[in-house]
């Protein structure tokens, strides 16, 4: 079966644009996390979802970025007015079942943003 | 709250064997242990839960002390394939909620 897919694979975008990066999860699975990943640093959590609920989005780094989950699948993180601080790998994972923390999370291939 | 990485780096000849450590300042309710490889995205390798139960490949041992806040991953006679940086994520409670925070990595290198 498929796994988690991330689209773009790469952005390179001026600063001050918005952007949206797009994660598609596993079929069925519930829970959906976001992460920053930025070189040579571990994983950054920003939000998670269960189902189209996001019961923890404390890790959204300032008020230009927002998620949002439709349909209990495919999720869109947006970064407005992007600042070359924001360039990073951004990670998205899935879980099967009620989420939370104690399941294994599969990870998506990342969107690459660059900053200019 | 970030967990702490032991080593940093290693660097093995295949055949040898290493450990990871991973300790946090505050209680855990399970640890989580994955593998990145250099551009690609980190894959599952294990998770440790409060009370004993693991979940996990069967060639990756690891242990969960609970009462000193610390898990160790031990890879044994490590293979060429072991390569890339390994990352623990800690649940911890955080008010009336519970968190993973991610440790920034081990890089481990397997060399012939």
């Known amino acids: 079966g498929a796994g988690v897919s991330q689209s773009p694979s790469n952005k390179v975008t001026e600063k001050g644009k918005d952007v949206e990066l797009r994660c598609d999860p596993i079929?069925?699975?519930?829970?959906l996390y976001w992460y920053r990943q930025s070189l040579g640093q571990g994983l950054e959590f920003l939000i998670y979802?269960?189902?189209?609920?996001?019961?923890?989005k404390s890790g959204l780094p300032s008020d230009r970025f927002s998620a949002e989950r439709t349909g209990g699948s495919v999720s869109t993180l947006t970064i407005q007015r992007t600042q070359q601080e924001d360039s990073a790998v951004y990670l998205c994972?899935?879980?099967?079942?009620?989420?939370?923390?104690?399941?294994?999370?599969?990870f998506g291939p990342g969107t690459r943003l660059l900053v200019l | 709250q970030q967990p702490v990485q032991s080593p940093q780096a290693v660097i093995l000849r295949e055949g040898e064997d290493a450990v990871i450590n991973c300790s946090s300042s505050k209680a855990l309710y399970s640890v989580h242990w994955y593998r990145q490889k250099h551009g690609e995205a980190p894959v599952f390798l294990m998770i440790?839960?409060?009370g004993g139960e693991q979940k996990g490949h069967e060639k990756i041992s690891a242990s969960f002390n609970e009462k000193k806040q610390q898990s160790s991953l031990y890879l044994t006679a490590s293979q060429l394939s072991y390569s890339g940086t390994y990352f623990c994520g800690t649940e911890t409670r955080a008010g009336n909620n519970r968190k993973l925070i991610w440790g920034l990595g081990t890089s481990l290198a397997v060399n012939p």
């Open positions: 440790l839960l409060k």
């Open positions: 979802f269960q189902g189209n609920s996001a019961p923890d």
């Open positions: 994972a899935s879980s099967p079942r009620r989420g939370g923390y104690q399941e294994t999370q599969y």
């Open positions: 079929s069925g699975h519930t829970a």
